[in-house]
T-cell receptor
């Protein structure tokens, strides 16, 4: 099956700092999603981004499908950004999302 | 839009009892619903996929008789953990997809199950 690798596994930030999370995948994908799992466990859709660049407030994401990676940028981090960020991909002609192991982000005040 | 709810959010039960978890798509019709399990500090593991009106497809290693899934309508899927044991304690999350292949999945808030 497809391999989805996220880095770094853990990230500690001071409030206001910027950061970049990376997701590498081992095969061509039909869909890529970034999620934020908050401390209560809720998975929140951040981006649906099989290719290109999208921005939503302080967050932005870029997927370079030909090179099989995606980046999630967090700017001016806030304590509410803490949690686990997951990347998940969907192969063509498939219906099952394959999740990476996640990046745990801790933003300190 | 695209809201998925789960009920209950927390459940504590005695070993040997059965527990039912409901997953509902509130503002769209879900052609497919998915059930995941997540252990502490780990990623999500897909347990099964269900399509309305048909039998669920279980992932390898998931006991069909243990985890009963019913997708009775386009807005409701249920997961029943039968004869629960302490090792079934986990965080169970459902997701729903409106359209066909490639469509975004939307996730419910999860259900924490503790079996004593």
């Amino acid at each position: 099956g497809i391999q989805v690798e996220q880095s770094p596994p853990d990230l500690i930030l001071q409030e206001g700092a910027n950061s970049t999370l990376r997701c590498n995948f081992s095969d061509s994908v039909n869909n890529l999603q970034w999620f934020h799992q908050n401390p209560w466990g809720q998975l929140i859709n951040l981006f649906y981004i099989p290719s290109g660049t999208k921005q939503n407030g302080r967050l932005s994401a870029t997927t370079v499908a030909t090179e099989r990676y995606s980046l999630l940028y967090i700017s001016s981090s806030q304590t509410t950004d803490s949690g686990v960020y997951f990347c998940a991909v969907l192969l063509f002609n498939d219906y099952k999302l394959s999740f990476g192991a996640g990046t745990t982000v801790t933003v300190r005040a | 839009g695209a809201v998925v709810s789960q009920h209950p959010s927390w459940v504590i039960c005695k070993s040997g009892t059965s527990v039912k978890i409901e997953c509902r798509s509130l503002d769209f019709q879900a052609t497919t619903m998915f059930w995941y399990r997540q252990f502490p500090k780990q990623s999500l593991m897909l347990m099964a996929t269900s399509n309305e009106g048909s039998k669920a497809t279980y992932e390898q290693g998931v006991e069909k008789d243990k985890f009963l899934i019913n997708h009775a309508s386009l807005t409701l899927s249920t997961l029943t953990v039968t004869s629960a044991h302490p090792e079934d304690s986990s965080f169970y999350i459902c997701s729903a997809r409106e359209g066909g292949l490639g469509e975004t999945q939307y996730f419910g808030p999860g259900t924490r199950l503790l079996v004593l």
